[in-house]
């Protein structure tokens, strides 16, 4: 196995309730076997075309395989992710492994950040420490978050679900049940791309223990809009400038960019092909949207970005080593023609929204406010895209903080200890 924890090593324990640590270590046999796989890849032709109109272009997916065959080290973030407090738990029968951070700082304000697809644990791990300890990141110790991480059923280490049922539903649900087990009678969630549609739907459930959702990607699209969106008719009558952008982007998005999402959606068990071949794996997760392609491909031609070659790679490999590339993609079939991922759901609760420029839509201010009645923060930022936790942890930090500042009075934290895992 790609990891070990105290109940592999071990009989589970009697009470299903209990929060195990949890150890991540690949054997070497194993990072071997990925660079053998890479080097061995049976390559097609180049794309007849100039741009990524086909696709994930060739000179692009050869230059990741270059790098991760030869230069990339899986050690730098093993170690990165050994030196966190992670854990499992057992939720309706499932294991989930979350990583908890607690902040130094008192009266810190509870937080679950949730990830998305094609994506894992790593890419919130930027945003723990400006989370945890602001005072060390431009902010107050006001501003104080304990932070725990999940990862989503079939994702990363935690377990692969067995029979139908874990759809975005079930996660919001089972998330409460998680923070209510490490002792938090309050706290908040955040979260991007399946995170923004899970944490939508704990709105939507509004627990009482959940004081409001940041998020930054927005349900915020009327019905009929959305509805026209998808359906390829032009942009309505009497939309705003604002409006009239993120109608064109969501459509653009409907009819190119979510090919990934009508696959899985219907036919996830179909895709061996990303589960067998280390690079087929590799460009499915470049493959999300166009403004994040571009990022990457510009990284792997040598150019500084948000990213960097390893935080790609690292986030690829997980996937790859836990071999979690069709139980991911199910969540797709799971929620297939059940919530929508664009639409207003008629949350109640306190929203937070933050509009990256290169996010699959900027939300107009207009369409948050229908959607989240009880509206607390809108904020426009220069620049970062789809995955901004992982491209742009400061800026998002920043808007997590102003986000929340507002539900903080009278917010008390878990007693519950837990040992440092690693």
Do not use: C
């Not at 996830?268 to 166009?290: E, K, N, R, W």
């Not at 986030?315 to 023609?337: D, F, K, M, P, V």
């Not at 664009?342 to 937070?352: E, L, Q, T, Y």
Request: aromatic letters at 10%; charged letters at 20%.
């Amino acid at each position: 196995m790609a990891q070990t924890s105290a109940s592999q090593q071990g009989s589970k324990p009697a009470d299903k309730n209990a929060i195990r640590p949890f150890h991540v270590k690949v054997p070497e046999a194993e990072l071997a076997e990925l660079r053998r796989r890479i080097k061995a890849t049976k390559w097609p032709e180049r794309e007849t075309v100039t741009d990524a109109s086909q696709g994930v272009q060739l000179a692009t997916t050869q230059a990741l395989a270059r790098y991760w065959a030869t230069d990339y080290d899986w050690r730098k973030i093993e170690a990165k992710l050994s030196a966190l407090p992670n854990f499992i738990t057992e939720i309706d029968g499932l294991d989930v492994h979350f990583i908890h951070v607690r902040s130094k700082h008192e009266n810190a304000l509870p937080l679950i950040v949730t990830h998305g697809w094609p994506g894992s644990i790593i890419e919130q791990m930027k945003i723990i420490d400006p989370l945890t300890n602001p005072t060390a990141h431009g902010g107050s110790a006001s501003d104080a978050f304990d932070v725990v991480i999940p990862s989503m059923p079939g994702y990363g280490y935690s377990g692969k679900p067995t029979a139908p049922g874990w759809d975005v539903a079930h996660i919001a649900r089972a998330w409460v049940v998680l923070m209510k087990r490490l002792g938090y009678t309050k706290f908040v969630a955040q979260g991007g791309d399946w995170g923004a549609v899970i944490v939508d739907q704990m709105g939507l459930d509004a627990a009482p223990e959940l004081l409001g959702i940041h998020t930054n990607m927005p349900g915020i699209f009327p019905n009929d809009i959305d509805k026209a969106a998808s359906s390829r008719a032009p942009a309505p009558s009497g939309l705003s400038a604002d409006e009239k952008v993120a109608y064109e982007r969501l459509q653009f998005v409907y009819q190119k960019g979510i090919a990934y999402g009508f696959q899985m959606g219907l036919r996830p068990q179909t895709l061996y092909g990303i589960a067998d071949s280390p690079v087929g794996l590799a460009a499915y997760f470049l493959d999300h949207d166009a403004r994040s392609y571009e990022l990457i491909s510009r990284v792997f031609a040598g150019k500084s970005e948000g990213l960097t070659r390893d935080d790609i790679l690292d986030n690829i490999t997980i996937a790859w080593l836990t071999n979690t590339a069709l139980s991911g993609a199910r969540l797709y079939w799971e929620n297939w023609g059940k919530l929508g991922y664009f639409d207003a759901k008629g949350v109640s609760i306190p929203v937070a929204v933050s509009v990256f420029p290169d996010e699959l839509y900027p939300a107009p201010r207009s369409w948050s406010e229908q959607a989240y009645p009880k509206l607390i923060h809108y904020n426009r930022l220069p620049k970062g895209g789809h995955f901004a936790a992982f491209e742009q942890p400061q800026l998002l930090s920043e808007e997590i903080r102003a986000g929340f500042r507002s539900l903080r009075s009278g917010v008390a934290g878990s007693d519950v200890p837990l040992a440092k895992a690693g």
